[in-house]
């Protein structure tokens, strides 16, 4: 796997890889969009749904767009918008530093099938994440 980090002065560090996001080391916690309506029918939810199921616990935690729900053992149908993306990765940072979670895996999260441009979402998730030590992996294949 070929990666290429890019270190922030403020200690957040975002490495890209491509390669497979569930070959990612156990010890990193996964994230990825999924609709409100936690259908996760189509794109990388498919086999997030088949490797880890959830769907009722996700859904009886009856989050609405641009909050974050989360599978205890280990994201809401409106295409997602900037504003509730910077919402969900708030809470993810808040979830993460809540829970000591160091390392986080994802996607190109609401660049694929949501149609977000990467430019926007990378700024977006350096911006969250700049003051914090959790590294994030974004992968791609």
């Not at 390669?19 to 086999?47: N, Q, Y």
């Not at 918008?81 to 829970?99: P, R």
């Amino acid at each position: 796997m070929a990666s290429s980090p890019n270190e922030d002065p403020e200690g957040c560090r975002i490495t890209y890889v491509k390669g497979d996001l569930f070959a990612c080391p156990k010890t990193h916690s996964l994230a990825h969009c999924i609709s409100e309506d936690c259908r996760m029918d189509a794109g990388i939810a498919v086999p997030f749904k088949k490797k880890f199921g959830g769907v009722e616990e996700l859904l009886n935690q009856q989050k609405e767009s641009g909050e974050v729900a989360v599978l205890k053992r280990d994201w809401a149908s409106r295409k997602p918008t900037y504003e509730n993306l910077q919402k969900s990765l708030e809470a993810v940072k808040s979830h993460c530093l809540k829970n000591g979670v160091t390392d986080l895996s994802m996607p190109r999260i609401g660049c694929g099938l949501d149609r977000l441009q990467w430019e926007n979402v990378s700024a977006m998730i350096e911006k969250v994440f700049e003051a914090t030590d959790i590294k994030i992996t974004v992968y791609t294949l």
